[in-house]
């Protein structure tokens, strides 16, 4: 019996979370509903942005996600989970003032990358600019070379597909964002890229595997995999 309690710290950003939710439902193997887990959520999309803490001094998220994640305690939650790659910036400040373990995506992600893709010595990333200024995925994957997009390809097109008015923060999931990813992952691939990863959550609501002629991963498919085994 599935008899855990997953939390997720949610609404970053909301549609994010939802499919958080659902990779979780996907991944467990169930013949009835009472073979799931509980899985309470508190989707809070009060957090401020991670990217303009990071990148313009603004807000910082901590204190929010914090209460989020006590929101959960309270009700016994065993795991929680962060439905933002950009957030994990944050995380070890936000697991210092909670008793519940939070389940670190990038750190799985590498995992899952070296046990998978052992021979792989180039990686694409997609990601907010926040992200990718951090070079917060160069602390969990440290042995591959890590590409990012030029400057203005990720203004114009990784950024645009998350944040333009027609981008998936927007509530767009369509074409327009897909067509800007999957132009910014072609480029990263003829750069020589043989994997790319969907450093940011949104990007896999537009994005998928077969937009793409390599792999693509998202962190938030591998840790809910991940939660569901452990």
Avoid: W
Wanted: glycine share 8%.
């Amino acid at each position: 019996m599935n008899n855990k309690i997953i939390g997720i710290i949610g609404g970053m950003g909301p549609e994010a979370t939802a499919n958080l939710y659902m990779k979780i439902i996907k991944a467990t193997k169930v013949e009835k509903d009472q073979d799931h887990f509980r899985v309470i959520i508190d989707s809070n999309p009060k957090i401020p942005d991670r990217t303009a803490a990071i990148l313009q001094n603004g807000e910082s998220p901590v204190e929010e996600m914090v209460k989020t994640g006590r929101n959960l305690e309270k009700l016994g939650v065993d795991v929680a989970l962060i439905p933002c790659n950009t957030a994990h910036y944050f995380i070890d400040e936000v697991q210092s003032q909670l008793s519940i373990p939070i389940l670190n995506a990038l750190e799985e992600m590498n995992k899952y990358i070296k046990e998978s893709f052992p021979e792989i010595t180039k990686i694409g990333l997609l990601a907010t600019s926040g992200t990718i200024k951090t070079g917060l995925y160069k602390k969990f994957i440290m042995d591959v070379e890590i590409l990012v997009p030029h400057p203005t390809s990720q203004e114009e097109k990784v950024m645009k597909a998350i944040y333009g008015d027609n981008g998936i923060k927007a509530g767009n999931t369509g074409d327009e964002p897909m067509e800007l990813l999957r132009s910014a992952s072609n480029e990263l691939i003829e750069s020589g890229a043989e994997l790319i990863i969907a450093g940011c959550t949104e990007i896999g609501l537009a994005l998928k595997p077969h937009h793409i002629s390599k792999p693509l991963i998202d962190p938030m498919d591998v840790v809910a995999e991940v939660v569901v085994k452990k």
